[in-house]
């Protein structure tokens, strides 16, 4: 599996302790669930204001995301 960029997440602490109670009542990683919660946030986004462009989104820059080792 290709490596994947890392974005840092600065949650509160009850936000926290609430996404780790619901991600394990529903059999999840954090990392998933928080993957999950933003696949439907995405989808939702474009059911409402159209489907983003391709061209538009492969010119967003997310070098500051990704390791050094991805980058070679």
């Known amino acids: 599996m290709k490596n994947q960029p890392e974005l840092n997440l600065r949650i509160p602490e009850d936000l926290l302790r609430k996404l780790l109670y619901v991600a394990n009542a529903e059999g999840r990683t954090p990392n998933n669930h928080i993957l999950m919660l933003l696949r439907n946030n995405?989808?939702?986004?474009?059911?409402?204001?159209?489907?983003?462009?391709?061209?538009?989104?492969?010119?967003?820059?997310?070098?500051?995301?990704?390791k050094e080792s991805d980058r070679d």
């Open 42 to 66: 995405v989808q939702y986004f474009e059911r409402a204001k159209g489907r983003m462009n391709p061209a538009a989104l492969r010119n967003i820059d997310i070098s500051e995301y990704e």
